[in-house]
Each structure stands twice: as structure tokens, then as C-alpha cells.
């Protein structure tokens, strides 16, 4: 909760490593709640309980007391709890101090305790501070903020997954596998002579074979992860009256936009945000993609074209008794046609068989059937799978994985070419360095300071 702005003498900028202050903050949400919670972390937390709770503290019971401020005057009554170094959310000492939660009692609360020498966190410094102490990686540290900005259960599970540490482990043992491999074709180096054979032998492909197959699942498993953090964005386009608007009803299940039998009355864009099966979807529906002479609804049609352009999907839907025609300037795009209205086309709903042409649904908005199978559709274009682990990723991590992924690449063709040892352990050696980014080793002060200045201050 920014009440107060930090103190610009004390505050060193984010990502600078660890300082010796003792940071604090209010950790709960902005508001009125039935506890509010200060929390206090770094070497003066002793100090501060005793000024504030008014006594030593016992390692992590819970005390009940009655806070005062620095003249002695009682503030509130709650309870008190203190985690020793390195027991400790950020491996420092540690008191949280749980008072009843309103802005005013929260912020004297606070001031109480900022009067023992503390000074106010940045946003993310609790977290910021358990990485440099070892108590999270950096993509765990990246997973506390998604846990708590979740948008569904799913993403909860699997920032819950990330947090807990099965992303990094997954990571760090692709990685573990690129190092014996460099060991390997380092050892080459050292004999020149032998050393070629050594590299052409059978066991150096296997295993480039099993680490790229490795980077490929999770490559696969955290463009999952990203959808389930980020959502996607779905354009609904195609002609007037065709059942766009009743299609975005039937996906949300709710009356949002106004379903209308007059053709080109949706003029503006309707947004809607939905869950589908934990995936975050941003659904727009569009005016209608046609020529018109109207000033508002060209205006219409000029930002349905745009949002089309924009989107992670299209879905263009037609009326199924009219003839299936993709307009031109939508064939770059990520496509689905929907063949609406088969309640009275009389086809059969469902998936079309693949044929040349563009992924096709037939369904009717009107009774829901063939509903399952357009979403079943979305979710397998978009990448987004129920198989596998899912666990947030964030797409710094895929960046990083493609990196891997690519000097894997160029190791495997320097090896098949002959090329000299040295210059496939060097692209080895990038592998590494971009899986180490993903948790943290090797990551540029400026990235860590960007990652945690987007946490909320008390974090
Ligand atoms: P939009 O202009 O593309 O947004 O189309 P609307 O959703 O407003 O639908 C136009 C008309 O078609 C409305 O009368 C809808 O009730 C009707 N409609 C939409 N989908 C279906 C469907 O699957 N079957 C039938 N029978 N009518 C539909």
C-alpha cells in the first residue's frame, strides 16, 4: 500500500543487491479488513518489537500485545509474531505485526515502527530480499507475484507449482544435462587427435537429441504457462447478423452485449473477459467486416479491422447457409471459421476434417451445440493444453528457453559438420547462460530491478 512515498535518501535504487536498512510495509491489500498486517524485515526488527509490542518477541509464536507508538500511547491491540533469521519469509529476522485493518491504524502502525529506523520498502523488496538470501529463485520469485495476481484457479495451481519450485527444477536439470554434455566436448578439446572421433561417436547426439527434446516439452509446457498468466485476446469478425454478438453471449454465458436483429448496430467494440477452462480470454466482438457508407458504423468496421490485426486469434464467424469465404486481409491472421446458425443449415455440428483450408467449426449459437468443440479449438490453436505440467512462465522465460534452444542448435550443427570443439562448447556455454536467466544466475541487476519494481510495495 503506497500511504507514504519512500524515502528518497534512504531508498537505494531496486535490483542494487541487499543493504543493511530494515524495510517495512503494510503487506496487506489497500482498504478496510479485519486485520491488517505490518511487516517488518532486516537486522532492527528486535529493536522495533520491543519499542512497538512493548517486549521481546519468542521465535515464531504468536503474541497478542498492544502497539504503541513511540511516545507510549496505545495505537492497537493484536498480535505480534517474530521469525528469526533464516527461518524467515526473506532469510533476514522478520516481525509481522497484525493489527486491526484500516488505512489510518495500518499507517500509524507503520509510522510507529519507521520511527525504530526503519524506512519503507520499495515494491517487491521483501521478495527481492529472500532471492539475494537464497530463498527463492528468481523464477520462483516471479511466481509469488503471478500466485497473487491470479486470474483463476488454474493460474493459481500453477503459479503455486512454479512457486513451489517444480518449474525451476525442470530448468535447472535441462541444464545440468547441457553442462555433463559440455564437459564432455570440453574434455575433446584436450586432445586434439582423439577428439574428433570422441565427438562423432553415437552418445553426443543421443544426448543433444534428449536436451533438445527437453527444451522443446518445456518450451510447449510454458507457452501454456503464459496464456494462463496473460490470456489471450480473441477478435470476433465477419459480416452483419451472421451471430457474432450471440456467439460472445453463448461463450460468456451471460447477457453482455446486446444481441440485435438489426444488421451493423454493434458499432463499437464490446469486450468481454472470460474463463475458458482457466484460460483468461479477452473476447471483442467487431462491427461488422463490410463496405459501408455510414460515418459511426465506417469507424466501426476501421476498428474491427484494427482489433483484428491485434488479436492472438480470430474467430470469423458465417452464417452456414452462406458461402464460406475467408476475406483476403484476414488470412494473415491466427483463424478460426465458425459455421454458425447449423440449427437452420441443418449440417452437422462440429469439427470440419482438416482439409487445405482454414480450421472450421460448425455450430449454432443459438442452441449451444457444437459450442465444446469450437472451444476445444481455441484452446489446442492457442497452445493452451490441459496435458503436461502447467506452471506460470512468463515470456522472459520462453525468450530465454528459445535462446537455449537456438545455440542448441548451432552446437548440434558445429558437432555434425566437425567443426572444432571450441566452437560448439562456446554455444554450450550460451545454453547455459540463457537457462540460468530464467532463475537468476546470471541475471543482469537492471532485469532483476525491472521484475521486482512491478511487485506492490509489502511484497
Ligand atoms: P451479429 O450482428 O453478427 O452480432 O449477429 P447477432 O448475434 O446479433 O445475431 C443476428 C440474429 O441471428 C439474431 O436474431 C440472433 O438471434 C440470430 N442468431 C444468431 N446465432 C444464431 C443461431 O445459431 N441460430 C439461429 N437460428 N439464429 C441465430
Known sequence: ???KPPRPETAAPAGTGIDADTIAAV?????????????????RVDQVAEAVAGRRLPPRQAVYCTFRDDHGDALDQGIALRFPAPRSFTGEDVLELQGHGGPVVLQLLLDAVLAQGARL????????????NGKLDLAQAEAVADLIASASAAAAQGALRSLQGEFSRAVLSIDEA???????????MDFPDEGADFLAEGSVDA???????????????????????????????????????SLL??????????VTEIPGTTRDLIHVDLLIDGLPVELVDTAGLRDTADQVELEGVRRARHQAAQADLVLLVQDDRDAAEV????????????????????????????DAGPKTVRMSARTGDGVDALIGLIKQTVGFGAEGRTFTARRRHIEALKQGAAALGRARTLLAEGAPAELA????????????????????????????????IGK
Not at 249 to 258: K, M, P, T, V
Open 249 to 258: 453471449n453463448r461463450l460468456a454465458g451471460q447477457e453482455r452485449a446486446i
Open 121 to 132: 520498502a520499495r515494491p517487491g523488496e521483501f521478495t527481492e530480499r529472500a532471492f539475494v
Open 327 to 354: 476475406p483476403a486481409e484476414l488470412a494473415a491472421s491466427p483463424l478460426i471459421v465458425v459455421r454458425n446458425k447449423a440449427d437452420l443449415s441443418g449440417a452437422v455440428t462440429g469439427q470440419l476434417p482438416a
Open 425 to 456: 562448447a562456446e554455444e554450450l556455454r550460451a545454453v547455459h547462460g540463457a537457462l540460468g536467466s530464467i532463475v537468476g544466475e546470471m541475471t543482469p541487476d537492471e532485469l532483476l530491478g525491472e521484475i521486482f519494481a512491478s511487485f506492490c
Open 178 to 188: 547441457v553442462l555433463q554434455l559440455r564437459v564432455y566436448v570440453e574434455a575433446a
Open 207 to 245: 544426448r543433444l537429441t534428449d536436451i533438445d527434446g527437453a527444451l522443446e516439452t518445456l518450451l510447449r509446457e510454458s507457452r501454456s504457462g503464459v496464456l494462463l498468466r496473460d490470456g489471450v485476446s480473441i477478435a470476433l469478425v465477419g459480416a452483419p447478423n451472421v451471430g457474432k454478438s
Open 1 to 3: 500500500m503506497p500511504s
Open 27 to 43: 503487506a496487506t491489500a489497500p482498504g478496510f479488513g479485519g486485520i491488517g498486517v505490518v511487516r517488518v524485515s532486516g537486522p
